[in-house]
């Protein structure tokens, strides 16, 4: 910058002078246009040195939220993760919102309204998940569609209390609660869990069927599966052992403890860099005591077989996805509940493992919405015969 000050004082100097011996030599009218031209040439080496000033503080800005990002990934990867899940929400335009009852509070994700052709969706998560779970779900739902996903209780935003929460009676209740409290109940809506919160759909489903038009249950816990899962027989081995409770597969302690768990949720692993896997890590080591609490309940003996001792009271349309990979739930327990409600809607895909949401999202996406125009049409000619 201090080089090009130089050489434009330099020319200045230069110009005066040939502007000088013009003007001695008697052209008066030369010397005016020169001082015009002499002007011109100083506003513009003005203004170029304006533009290069412009340049390198825009430069300067840039540079902030790059190194911002780069401190981030390598300080503090959970913080740059939950970034990352805000900015996607944004993207889909998802609004984050709360709803208290009580002294409890709901937090949730939602856009579209409600009142539309098609029913709103209310999605839960599985064990140790957050709402965001379902975002690579949303991205390929229309955008119109009123869609609402909810921390189920103690996770993420939700109020966390005490074990009577973290039951699958105890969820189900809770869930009621923030339904009604968002106003959700004044028409039918659809009802899709996952996991553990599939456990919870389905009672949900046996406790309020008015409250529904239709379920979809992905990979549901709560059954009493024909072939045990790889899960499952580590769980027996757990419990032959007095630190069950330090090995629980689906709670991650360490990279390699999380690296194992994204092997056995996934059929094909995501190949996650090592900064992502510790950001991963850093966000659910504070609540693993948490966690710990909520698996020991919904695998007690209340909460273990609850779906199973509900499928014969779920009256709405149900569909039902599982991975027939899943190392977590088999693939078997699509069969039990065929088996109790053999008018249900079955998809089993092929190549995928547990985190359906995860590795089929399009499928699955497509696969609900496709469900949804399928009752919607079924109602239509329902009201025509009547």
Known sequence: MKRCCVIWVKEEEEEEKRTEWRTAGGDRSKGTRTGTVQRVDRESAVMELSVAKTVMLTGGILVVPVLAFITSFLFWPGVLLKAYNWYWRRRLGLVVRYSQSGSYRFCYSTHGKPGGATPSLLMLHGFSATKDMWLPVVNFLPRDLHVVCVDMPGHEGTTRTGAEDYSIQGQVSRIRQF???????????????????GNVAGVYAARYPADLSSLTLVCPAGLVYPTES????????????????????????????LDDM???????????????????????????????????EIVGEKSRHSLQEHLHLITAPLQVVWGKEDQVLDVSGAAAIQAALPHCQMEVLDDCGHSVALERPRKIAKLMVDFLSEQKDGDANTKKLS
């Open 230 to 257: 790889k899960f499952i027989s580590r769980l027996r081995e757990l419990e032959e052992k007095s630190d069950q409770q330090e090995s629980i597969p689906l709670i991650p302690s360490t990279p390699q403890e």
């Open 179 to 197: 339904v009604q409290s968002i106003g959700l109940d004044k028409r039918p809506f659809h009802l899709v869990g996952t996991s553990m919160g």
């Open 262 to 296: 994204l092997r056995l949720c996934c059929y094909t692993p995501p190949d996650l860099p090592r900064q992502v896997l510790r950001g991963l890590l850093d966000n659910r080591i504070p609540n693993n005591d948490f966690y710990k609490e909520v698996f020991m």
